[in-house]
DNA sequence: TGGCACTATATAGGCAGTCTAGGCAATGCG
DNA sequence: CGCATTGCCTAGACTGCCTATATAGTGCCA
């Protein structure tokens, strides 16, 4: 049935992408490391779906993107939140925490029951 | 950006189907209900993907179906977990409260910030 | 009698977001 | 030189939830 893990992702995404953002400007590699890591591995998006994301966000208008030199390595994209992009966060945020209660309403429930 | 409610369901269905069976024996119908109404309208799953979702929770072994006469109205087919479903149903809660709280520590820290 | 709403199950086909798998380019290290 | 790492990118596959539709029995009301 597929991998759960994914799935619960989708839909979550842009949610932690503009959360992120929301403090401080950062480009896409650092993003993946940064969810990665704030969750001891237990989110990480993988570059086929966070590039085409971040595309699809800043065609929406959220994010705005710019391009940084580096001493060392190739350059980074760095991107940032537009007032849009605030917008939308607070959106998302909300819709997840009234969906993660409503979840939680039916999921944390755990009375004792017979087996077929 | 496609809907986003469907998104987040996306995963959590199964989930939700095994809490609810866990506790009494339903039938499709009912456990859609069950779902709108415990959560205020604000989890409802269609028939399209509830019915497809249960005949693969039952080839999969999670359920056991039966099929109920009523005095009126159409059969039902009541379902209820069987064990490997009781432990499926563990584990999904489990993976559900981690990605929740996972999601938490990134979506819930809201900073204040500059706009693009 | 016809029409509508509700109960109740079911399926076919579509959509869209994540993934797999690959490519490109620069740096540093053994 | 080969390899790992950083860093960006894309095409195509996968899949689960959706829309739309079908079927069928009941009850209600004009």
Redesign the interface.
Known sequence: ?GN?????????L???VL??L???RLYGYEIAKE?RE???G??HLKEGSLYPALH?MER?GLL?AEWVETRQGPKRKYY????K??SVLAE??S??R???D??????????E?G??
């Open positions: 049935m759960e893990s994914s799935d619960l992702l989708r839909g979550t842009t949610t932690l959360s992120l929301a403090s401080k969810i704030r969750t001891d237990l989110l699809a929406a705005n940032l939140l537009t007032r992009g605030r998302r945020a819709s997840w009234q969906f993660r409503a979840v939680d309403r039916i999921v944390t429930t755990q009375p029951g087996t077929a």
